[in-house]
Structure formats: C-alpha cells, structure tokens
C-alpha cells in the first residue's frame, strides 16, 4: 500500500554506465517529479511530468532522461554516468491543483 | 528569484524543551509553505502545511507553524520536544504560477539531548 515506491532504493555503479531508477505512485495524482538532494542535502527540483507532459525541465543535463508511460509512472534514464552523479534521488507525486508534494523513499546513487 | 532560507544549520534542544526552526521565503506569488521531515535514510515526510487562512497551522506529531507575510516567515514550533523528534527539518515553498514545483530551504538538522 505504498504510496510513491522507487526502485532501487540503492545503486552503485561505475562511471560511463547507463543506469534507470523506476517510479509509482498509487495515489491517482496527475503531476508527478523527480528531484535531486545532493551531498550537502539540498533538495532541488529536476523535471516535473503532469499527466505524461513535461512541464518542468530545471535545466538538467541532457543525459538525464525523464520518462512517462502514464500518469502512475515516471522512470529516470541516466547516461554516461560522472561521479557528479552521486546523489540521492527521490520521486514525488501530487495532485492537480495542489503543490502538496508525496515523496517516495529516495534512491541513492553511487557513481564510482 | 524564488527562494527559502533557513538561517540555523544546527540546532541542539534538550528533551522536553521548546522548539522553534525559523523559515524566511522569498517568493514572486502566493506562496504555498510546507514543512518536511527527514530521518536518516528516509524519505521526506510532510509535517504541515499552509494554503490559505488561518496563518497558525497544525501538523502532524504536535508540530505548529505560524504565517507572518509581513516578515515572509513560516516559524515551525513544537512545544515540548521528544527525542524521536531528531532529524532534518526543511522549509519548502511552491505556487501554482510556478508549475507547482517545490523549492526547499537547505535544512536544519536538530538534535535533541537527554
């Protein structure tokens, strides 16, 4: 009955690897992101999909790939991984009209 | 520029003491406030919230906050602090006029000693 699950909770992998961390939310919202909190836990916004729309794009390098099969998912693809990489990644969902974000667990990502 | 400040890094209470994690945003719309959690290795849990009306809000596990637009503030307070209560506390700020994004203040990590 979790309400955002991401998988995997933790990834460790080398540098130049292509990597994807899976995101659902069961709660029926339209709007769902992904944001990134880097080493110093600052939490900034990284995309952001309404009903599979990209709306948000806060400028992101291109090899971060955000994509939407519906409304439920939104996977991140990351190519070429760099050690800039490392972060923890967490999903959110929220419903439309309301800025009320829902966050999954995070997904930390070790670039070695 | 939209932004949150979260003046206090560090913040240590004793147990059963008071609590006050100070939130100034600067925002170019009505702005939505809210209040996350973090344990360690978790993910962010929303504490409160505040959309519109009464400026004094309540939340989850006894927690306040009070709006003041006047000093762009969303105080969040506790009156008596638990030692379950240790964790990292972020100020978040959101709009609809901004595509609903959060932005999140850098944290204030509060321990409590017994």
């Known amino acids: 009955d979790t309400a955002v699950s991401q998988t995997p909770k933790y990834l460790v992998t080398q540098m130049g690897n292509d990597k994807s961390i899976k995101c659902e939310q069961n709660?029926?919202?339209?709007?769902m992101y992904w944001y990134k909190q880097d080493s110093k836990k600052f939490l900034k916004i990284m995309f952001s999909y309404n009903n599979k729309e990209l709306i948000i794009n806060e400028t992101v390098p291109n090899r971060f790939s955000p994509k939407s099969p519906d409304k439920a998912h939104l996977n991140l693809h990351i190519n070429s991984l760099e050690l800039g990489d490392s972060a923890v990644y967490f999903c959110?969902?929220?419903?439309?009209?309301?800025?009320?974000?829902?966050f999954g667990q995070g997904t930390r990502l070790t670039v070695v | 520029a939209q932004s949150v400040t979260q003046p206090d890094i560090h913040i240590t209470v004793s147990e059963g003491a008071s609590l006050e994690l100070r939130c100034n945003y600067s925002?170019?719309?009505?702005?939505?406030l809210f209040w996350y959690v973090q344990s360690p290795g978790q993910g962010l849990q929303l504490l409160l919230k505040?959309?519109?009306?009464?400026?004094l809000v309540q939340g989850i596990k006894g927690f306040e906050a009070e709006f003041k637009r006047s000093q762009s503030s969303f105080n969040l307070r506790k009156p008596s602090v638990h030692w379950s209560d240790a964790a990292e506390y972020f100020c978040a700020v959101g709009a609809l006029e901004y595509g609903n994004k959060l932005v999140f203040g850098a944290g204030t990590i509060l321990r409590v000693k017994s």
């Open positions: 925002y170019g719309a009505t702005p939505y």
């Open positions: 505040y959309f519109s009306g009464d400026t």
């Open positions: 709660l029926g919202h339209d709007t």
């Open positions: 959110a969902s929220s419903p439309t009209g309301g800025t009320e974000a829902f």
